[in-house]
């Protein structure tokens, strides 16, 4: 069985954990503890410090091993661990959040220092009417069309495995060009 290890990565609360659990056919691991900063505490009690891990197989012949980071900067150590041999990654963006988007920016720039594996943009959220559509998420993350933003609902596991098919197309047009 071949696989794949992908990234998911975002800014603090941005759903990522949410998105693992939703993909997930293990009980996913977790390194979740108390919040202690107080501006991080009125978005959620719970923060991930190290990595949240799932697993789930596509078919009989392919496996994803999902990784996720911290989203905090001050835990960015373990963004360079997590993408080590990473195939692709995904961004998680909380569509309801603007004022997260630059560090959202920062976090992609810095990825891209990391490693050069191809990403998505999931826009997540999209089931908030709050939310902005994925084409102001690219329009409010300067993206270039090149880069795919799929719209996402963290919670629901079809809608994860749209990203993941998106970042998997991604994969594949790597690897062809590579070959």
Not at 18 to 27: G, M, N, T, V, W
Not at 164 to 179: P, S, T, Y
Request: hydrophobic share 45%; net charge negative; aromatic share 8%.
């Amino acid at each position: 069985m071949q696989v794949l290890k992908i990234v998911i990565t975002g800014a603090y609360a941005a759903g990522k954990t949410h998105f693992i659990r939703s993909l997930s056919d293990i009980e996913t691991v977790s390194t979740e503890y108390e919040v202690t900063q107080a501006g991080e505490l009125e978005l959620k009690p719970e923060t991930t410090v190290a990595l949240d891990f799932g697993k789930t197989a596509l078919s009989e012949c392919l496996a994803l091993y999902i990784f996720g980071t911290p989203g905090q900067e001050r835990f960015d150590y373990m963004w360079e661990l997590l993408s080590e041999g990473s195939h692709g990654y995904v961004v998680m963006v909380d569509s309801c959040q603007p004022a997260q988007f630059a560090e959202t920016q920062r976090l992609m720039a810095r990825f891209a220092q990391i490693t050069h594996a191809p990403f998505v943009v999931a826009a997540n959220k999209q089931d908030d009417p709050e939310a902005l559509t994925a084409s102001a998420v690219r329009e409010q993350l300067q993206l270039p069309a090149s880069v795919p933003i799929v719209p996402c609902v963290a919670t629901d596991r079809a809608s994860c495995m749209s990203v993941i098919v998106a970042l998997l197309g991604e994969i594949a047009v790597r690897a062809a060009g590579h070959a």
